[in-house]
């Protein structure tokens, strides 16, 4: 059996992680690989709820703390359900974000403590961290001028300021600097074919062992 990987896509809004997310699967099936393709919040149908009640504007305030522990209940749901077991069974999971994305936005965005976050973390996945985390970064205004020209209804993230997805990118990169063996910096101003070209690049040590142990 062929040793499975938890690959993670993080970036802010309409840095393209559902474009690389769809092409990846694809390309990484073509090497052989199991592939399943997931997101958060959500990737099974009750943490899918959880996610409908995070993102809708309602008419009841949801705290910064509520929305962190929202995240990390549908959290719960999705490893117990699809990671774990998918993982378990020699496949690579593929998830359009995770705790980073938990981080970046209720932490750098939302001033949630840090701590805190990692504390739920640790109860939550203490026996997971994900074997890569790919972080497509670009500049604010790019992205939200790309999340814009595609937007139909604004959720509760979309409808917030530039200066609360500038803290995001900048705890993103701050991230990134403090675990570089696991993050791989995408530049993702670039075009489709060039970010394709770094992911490729950026995943080809874990193809090559992943490769190795079904031998
Ligand atoms: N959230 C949180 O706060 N805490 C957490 O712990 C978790 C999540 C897990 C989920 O919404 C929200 O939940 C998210 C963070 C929060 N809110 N925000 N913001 P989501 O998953 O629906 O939203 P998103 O992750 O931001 O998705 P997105 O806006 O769809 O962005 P994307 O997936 O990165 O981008 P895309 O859809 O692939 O591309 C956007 C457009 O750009 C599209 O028209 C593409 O065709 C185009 N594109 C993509 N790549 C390129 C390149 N390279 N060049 C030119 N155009 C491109």
Redesign the pocket.
Same mark, same amino acid.
């Given at each position: 059996m062929s040793r499975g990987a938890f690959i993670t896509l993080e970036?802010?809004?309409?840095?393209?992680?559902?474009?690389?997310a769809q092409w990846l699967g694809e390309w990484l099936g073509a090497h052989g690989l199991i592939v399943r393709l997931t997101?958060?919040?959500g990737g099974t149908e009750l943490a899918e709820r959880v996610r409908r009640i995070v993102?809708e504007r309602g008419r009841e305030q949801v705290s910064a703390q509520a929305?962190t522990l929202l995240?990390f209940a549908a959290r719960a749901i999705h490893l117990d359900n699809l990671i774990r077991p998918a993982l378990a069974a020699g496949e690579w999971v593929l998830s359009?974000?995770?705790?980073d994305?938990?981080r970046a936005?209720?932490g750098g965005g939302r001033g949630v403590d840090p701590q805190w976050i990692d504390t739920l973390a640790a109860h939550v996945h203490a026996d997971l961290v994900p074997t890569c985390t790919l972080l497509?970064d670009l500049p604010v205004a790019l992205g939200l001028q790309? &999340?814009r $020209?595609?937007r139909g209804e604004t959720?509760r993230?979309?409808a917030e300021t530039e200066a609360f997805f500038e803290r995001i990118r900048a705890a993103y990169l701050s991230l990134a600097r403090c675990e570089p063996h696991r993050f791989r910096i995408i530049d &993702?101003s $670039?075009?489709?074919a060039a970010?394709r070209e770094q992911v490729a690049a950026a995943l080809a040590p874990w193809l090559e062992s992943s490769r190795g142990a079904s031998r």
């Amino acid at each position: 059996m062929s040793r499975g990987a938890f690959i993670t896509l993080e970036g802010i809004e309409g840095a393209g992680k559902s474009t690389v997310a769809q092409w990846l699967g694809e390309w990484l099936g073509a090497h052989g690989l199991i592939v399943r393709l997931t997101r958060e919040p959500g990737g099974t149908e009750l943490a899918e709820r959880v996610r409908r009640i995070v993102l809708e504007r309602g008419r009841e305030q949801v705290s910064a703390q509520a929305e962190t522990l929202l995240m990390f209940a549908a959290r719960a749901i999705h490893l117990d359900n699809l990671i774990r077991p998918a993982l378990a069974a020699g496949e690579w999971v593929l998830s359009d974000r995770f705790t980073d994305a938990t981080r970046a936005y209720q932490g750098g965005g939302r001033g949630v403590d840090p701590q805190w976050i990692d504390t739920l973390a640790a109860h939550v996945h203490a026996d997971l961290v994900p074997t890569c985390t790919l972080l497509l970064d670009l500049p604010v205004a790019l992205g939200l001028q790309r &999340a814009r $020209a595609r937007r139909g209804e604004t959720d509760r993230f979309e409808a917030e300021t530039e200066a609360f997805f500038e803290r995001i990118r900048a705890a993103y990169l701050s991230l990134a600097r403090c675990e570089p063996h696991r993050f791989r910096i995408i530049d &993702a101003s $670039a075009p489709v074919a060039a970010v394709r070209e770094q992911v490729a690049a950026a995943l080809a040590p874990w193809l090559e062992s992943s490769r190795g142990a079904s031998r």
